[in-house]
């Protein structure tokens, strides 16, 4: 028989346990939990609702700025010039700005100091489908963040910012995607939440929603006053999002419910 001490022991082992499963499981993209129909019109290109932001995209990468030059002057035709293993370590330290750089801020960043444009509005139609694009060329790329000493504060205050509960439904992304992955919630089946597939089409709204769009949504679920989009909030969510889901492929656009 088991004594007092013992089970006393075994029961505040569970949590360790649990915490421990939570921890060592093995990564799974959102696509994994999608139904085979709709996995098949993710992988193909001629059925995947997302594919018209990609080519909107391209065009916008190979239109000509104030000064003439298009993003293809530095990356090449059709992006054929860009390290594919570089946009798949987005978000990255830029030591000029003192902050991480998502692929947004840099495409933006790009398109003022090479082409001589004004900046886009963080997370704008445009914007999204020229990240889109970039990302579409590096789809398959595993992902692979670096958390450096310098991304470090930001990487984990996005790492608290994903484990605090917020609004009056007092949610924490967590919640969902870690302790209830695999269960349903309103006929969706919730997923790890990783962010490989972003931005993506979400069949529910029709349209393409980029990795801050989505948080907002979450937020509002939540019933709880959401970040600005392109805040250093969203900022530091987006680079913990992503170096949680170091190893998985790029699958933009990825095509969720």
């Known amino acids: 028989m088991i004594n007092n001490k013992k089970l006393l022991a075994c029961v505040f082992l569970l949590p360790v346990l649990f915490l421990n499963s939570v921890t060592a499981r093995d990564l799974k993209s959102g696509s994994e939990y999608l139904t085979p129909a709709t996995r098949e019109m ?6 995947n609702p997302g594919m018209t932001a990609v080519e909107e995209g391209r065009i916008e990468f190979h239109r000509a700025g104030v000064n003439e030059k298009t993003c293809a002057t530095c990356h090449g035709e059709n ?5 594919l293993k570089k946009i798949a370590s987005y978000p990255v330290y830029n030591k000029e700005y003192e902050k991480p750089f998502t692929l947004q801020e840099q495409i933006n960043f790009c398109g003022e100091e090479y082409l001589d444009n004004v900046p886009y509005v963080y997370d704008c139609v445009d914007l999204v489908e020229i990240e889109s694009y970039v990302r579409y060329l ?4 595993k992902v692979n963040v670096t958390i450096t000493e310098s991304l470090k504060p930001f990487y984990e205050k996005g790492k ?3 484990n605090t509960r917020y609004g009056q439904m007092n949610m924490a992304c967590n919640v969902c995607h870690d302790q209830f992955d695999g269960q349903r919630l309103r006929g969706q ?4 939440g990783h962010s490989n597939g972003f931005p993506l089409y979400r069949l ?3 349209k393409m929603t980029s990795l801050h769009g989505r948080i907002k949504e979450c937020f509002r679920s939540f019933r709880a006053e959401p970040f600005f989009l392109g805040s250093e ?6 680079l913990y999002l992503h170096a949680r889901g170091n190893g998985l492929a790029i699958e933009t656009p990825a095509v969720r419910y």
């Not at 992006?79 to 390290?83: A, E, H, L």
């Not at 590096?138 to 790329?141: K, M, Q």
């Open 42 to 47: 993710q992988n193909d290109e001629f059925a």
């Open 204 to 206: 529910g709204s029709g």
């Open 233 to 238: 909030e969203l900022i530091s969510l987006e």
């Open 189 to 192: 089946v919730l997923s790890q």
């Open 138 to 141: 590096a789809r398959g790329e």
């Open 160 to 162: 608290k910012i994903y």
């Open 79 to 83: 992006g054929s010039k860009f390290d």
